[in-house]
């Protein structure tokens, strides 16, 4: 009787284990790969549950024949009858254009976008895969929302709301990237970051001074650098990724490898990216009204004495010289001692070998077509961060998430320039260490959540100049960009931000307090004829946010923004004290406070099963902008230097600006294989104080595509634009001063600029296998010739693009 007691019970075990495995399903993308994170309910929404990271769920809760719902927002949702699930598995269909549902930079942690009220544009890694940008700039462009300057290949300068250079912030796993010696002028920093191991990227359009402090007028670009991957269970889990990639249009050849390894407790990312581009040839075919626009008819070079001359390039389209190679490693580490409680450590390099700068070797002597500058590049961009982060995920009375991060950067860049003709070739070189801690929480009660915190910054700016004579090696100092005596930059800050949820409505407020301080000291004796050997500011700042989203109508949203940004001065704003010209001596202004903007914005968007989009409007006032105007010592508009009387000029905040601009996203997924894109931006705007067009606002610009996509295969044909920029919306200070950068009209001055273009291009991508996957492109079609607007080099022509990926 006992056995036949063991043999039953055995059975209904057996049965019962039987029966809870016939439960569980796994859940794939069409390359057989699991798709964690799927939210499964029934009609109700009564019963649910989410996929693990195997994409696998219990469905045991539900009843036999009810039908259940799945859905993710990077796939098509699909409903059916849990008794018809075949063998445990059911495949999800991609969907072509996705949703973003989460953001991170709003607040520093994950939230959800619809509590969002301004826009947050976000850029995935499967689109930058996709996408195969040769730099992060270009990774930026193609989003079709944000505009990109270049003065040179090796460049990209990204504008936002009107906005660029030290006016907009870049933020880097938490740390910002921003330092003291950034200009507003356009810069390249942003080509120092990998796309090829990004993890995603967010950025705010318009201030996000509340959250990130200083220098978020126009908007907070911020990079997600991929993390190390931890195991569920004992064993170790690898993967990687090998990618090489060549384009046509200025010889590129790519090669970029990743590896991550991690067990439950300890795990590793590395990364390592090199790119190699030759000089770029620019379209062929240019407008009828501009037959002469940006060809490159003649360069300097050397005879055998090593004298200048002008060589005539018999190849016009080819934009001699601009290559330039980049080399990025990333190399973080992970370790978890408990479930909520994390280390890691983060370690960045970047570099690049001389940069040369193609628009000053474009410019021409006054009323000449002589080139006026026989060398112009920069060094070797380097920039390396070591960040330590701790993080906290165990709630209590005051936070829920804790997270401190701490990083040091060392940055390096010089300018290298020689007239031509001439022996000398001036070298001016800086270097700045930047010293960070940021310490940020959250905390949420029910319908509210709180998210607070601080910062510190430490900036020290070194600078040193030599002149070299380039035939007898000789070399002897020169003026300093900066002050050669050193300069230190200080800011602390604290803010704090909040969300009330109510049942249509979600309300925001935030405000931050930041105190910055600079001083500087310089041994240049023409400094002291001025009193102004040494200089320190201190300034202080509070600036806030105000904003909701009305989300009472199915499926839409209208929200409405008002914001305050700033940009205290920096290191270059006051620390080019020291120039002299025949005609003026720049001088210090202890007095020089922070410039302020204020912004508002409304939107309306709404986001349907097949259709989703978002129109946008915005206004901002700056006010006490920082410009370069006349000023005076000791009552004098002028001094007498070297026997020469020269002007008193200054950094002073005298100007008053408005901007002004909207833009328009709709993507339509038509079908399940077929689905469109348009973007459209526009900003415009005025300085009041002195009547001209703002340097940094763009023409119209946009993106359009049609996709194509089925099972492995992904094809779109796509097209870019940008509206004209003509003579009285450009800056006096721009085309008058820099004619070489603009369009010549060949018979309308006052249609001199930037002029209208459009582009036609192809792209698509195939998995061969799960692991093996294919990527080209067809980009300019027509080979047309064209410049974005305030540029200094023209962009690529007709150009092929081949990249093979292979994940491991």
Do not use: C
Request: proline share 3%; charged share 20%; hydrophobic share 35%.
């Amino acid at each position: 009787m006992k056995l036949i007691w063991k043999v039953v019970l055995f059975a209904l075990l057996f049965l019962a284990g039987w029966a809870a495995h016939g439960q569980k399903i796994k859940v794939t993308d069409g390359k057989n790969e699991p798709v964690p994170n799927v939210a499964i309910f029934n009609a109700d929404k009564s019963t649910s549950t989410v996929s693990d990271l195997n994409g696998e769920a219990d469905l045991s809760a539900f009843e036999q024949e009810e039908i259940i719902y799945l859905q993710h927002p990077t796939f098509q949702q699909l409903s059916v009858r849990k008794s018809k699930i075949e063998k445990g598995h059911i495949v999800l269909a991609e969907r072509i254009l996705q949703i973003q549902t989460v953001v991170v930079s709003a607040n520093k942690w994950e939230q959800d976008i619809s509590e969002i009220p301004n826009r947050i544009l976000g850029i995935t890694d499967e689109e930058v895969i996709y996408n195969n940008p040769q730099t992060t700039a270009d990774m930026l462009s193609h989003s079709g929302e944000v505009f990109v300057q270049k003065s040179q290949l090796g460049g990209g300068s990204p504008k936002l709301r009107g906005f660029s250079a030290n006016s907009t912030l870049i933020v880097v796993d938490g740390v910002r990237m921003n330092n003291a010696i950034y200009r507003s002028g356009n810069l390249q920093n942003v080509i120092s970051i990998d796309p090829n191991a990004l993890a995603g990227t967010e950025v705010i359009m318009g201030p996000g001074s509340v959250i990130y402090g200083s220098d978020a007028l126009g908007g907070v670009m911020d990079f997600h650098v991929r993390d190390p991957l931890h195991s569920s269970g004992d064993s170790v889990v690898t993967s990687g990724t090998i990618l090489s990639r060549i384009s046509t249009a200025n010889n590129e050849k790519t090669g970029h490898g990743n590896l991550s390894m991690g067990g439950k407790k300890l795990a590793s990312f590395s990364s390592f990216s090199h790119s190699s581009f030759d000089d770029l040839r620019s379209g062929k075919n240019t407008p009828d009204d501009y037959p002469d626009f940006g060809k490159r008819r003649s360069y300097v070079g050397q005879d055998d004495n090593g004298n200048d001359q002008l060589i005539n390039n018999a190849d016009p389209e080819l934009q001699v010289p601009s290559g330039f190679d980049s080399w990025n490693i990333v190399q973080k580490l992970s370790y978890r001692p408990t479930e909520h409680l994390g280390f890691s450590y983060g370690f960045y390099f970047s570099n690049t070998s001389d940069i040369p700068r193609y628009d000053a070797l474009t410019e021409t002597f006054e009323n000449t077509d002589s080139l006026a500058n026989a060398e112009w590049y920069y060094g070797p961009q380097k920039w390396m961060m070591h960040s330590l982060r701790a993080q906290i995920t165990s709630s209590n009375k005051f936070f829920d998430q804790a997270r401190i991060i701490a990083a040091w950067q060392d940055y390096e860049e010089s300018r290298n320039d020689r007239g031509f003709g001439s022996s000398r070739l001036r070298n001016r070189t800086e270097e700045v260490d930047v010293y960070s801690v940021n310490l940020d929480l959250d905390k949420s009660l029910g319908r509210h959540s709180l998210f607070y915190g601080g910062e510190f910054l430490y900036n020290a700016v070194e600078s040193r100049a030599t002149r070299t004579n380039i035939f007898t090696g000789e070399t002897e100092s020169t003026t300093t960009r900066y002050p050669d005596g050193g300069s230190n930059y200080y800011s602390g800050a604290m803010y704090a931000s909040y969300i009330h949820r109510l049942t249509k409505f979600t309300l925001s407020a935030g405000a931050r307090f930041t105190n910055v301080r600079l001083d500087a000291s310089t041994d240049n004796p023409e400094a002291s004829l001025t009193n102004s050997d040494k200089m320190d500011l201190n300034n202080s700042a509070f600036n806030g946010s105000l904003g909701g989203v009305y989300h009472g109508i199915k499926d839409q949203r209208i929200s409405l923004m008002f914001s305050s940004g700033f940009r205290a001065p920096n290191v270059d704003d006051v620390g080019k004290v020291f120039e002299l010209n025949a005609d003026n001596i720049i001088v210090p202004n202890e007095g020089l406070k922070p410039e302020f903007s204020y912004n508002t914005e409304l939107s309306w968007s709404g986001n349907s099963r097949r259709i989703s989009w978002r129109l946008t409007g915005f206004v901002t006032l700056l006010d006490d902008a920082i410009v370069r105007g006349d000023f005076s010592i000791d009552g004098q508009d002028s001094i007498i230097i070297e026997g020469s009387r020269r002007k008193v000029l200054a950094q002073v905040n005298a100007s008053e600006a408005i901007l002004f601009g909207g833009s328009l996203q709709v993507d339509w997924n038509i079908s399940n294989h077929w689905a469109t894109s348009i973007s459209v931006t526009e900003t415009a705007g005025e300085d009041r104080t002195n009547n001209q067009p703002l340097r940094h606002t763009t023409p119209v610009f946009g993106r359009w595509s049609v996709i194509y996509q089925k099972d492995r295969l992904r094809g779109e044909f796509f097209s870019e634009f940008n509206g004209p920029r003509f003579r009285d919306d450009i800056p006096d200070t721009e085309i008058l001063s820099k004619p070489y950068l603009y369009a010549r009209h060949n018979s309308d001055r006052s249609k001199d600029g930037s002029p209208a273009w459009i582009t036609f291009n192809l792209r698509a991508s195939y998995s061969i296998t799960g692991a093996l996957r294919v990527t080209g492109a067809l980009e300019n079609m027509l080979d047309t010739h064209y410049r974005p607007y305030s540029s200094g080099i023209s962009a690529a022509g007709r150009n092929m693009i081949v990249g093979l990926r292979l994940k491991f």
